[in-house]
């Protein structure tokens, strides 16, 4: 399993969350909303420092990641992150690794 970014992803961390060189971003499975997986559960994210990592990305100095409890959520795919730029606001594709 992987973690994926477009540039304009990573460009919109740094736009809109401030990411900066040596930050955490965690991507994690939340109760509410819809997966293509998982009914009540959708894909959370927040600057954090990781407890146990499971899957790690670095992308420009920044550490894009998920713990090893949340990896569930994945069911065995990769994450693309891509930025949907009608809405200016995060993508998410879950494909299979």
Same mark, same amino acid.
């Given at each position: 399993m992987? #973690? #994926?970014?477009?540039?304009e992803a990573l460009n919109w961390f740094h736009k809109e969350m401030e990411v900066q060189h040596g930050d955490y971003v965690r991507f994690y499975a939340r109760y509410g909303g819809s997966s293509p997986f998982h009914e009540g559960f959708s894909l959370g994210m927040?600057? &954090?420092l990781p407890? &146990? !990592?499971g899957v790690e990305t670095v992308v420009?100095? !920044?550490h894009f990641? #998920? &713990?090893r409890s949340d990896e569930w959520f994945f069911n065995e795919?990769?994450?693309h992150v891509s930025v949907n730029e009608q809405l200016d606001e995060l993508a998410y594709e879950y494909k299979l690794a």
């Open positions: 992987k #973690i #994926i970014l477009t540039d927040n600057r &954090e407890h &146990e !990592v420009d100095d !920044v990641y #998920i &713990e795919h990769d994450l």
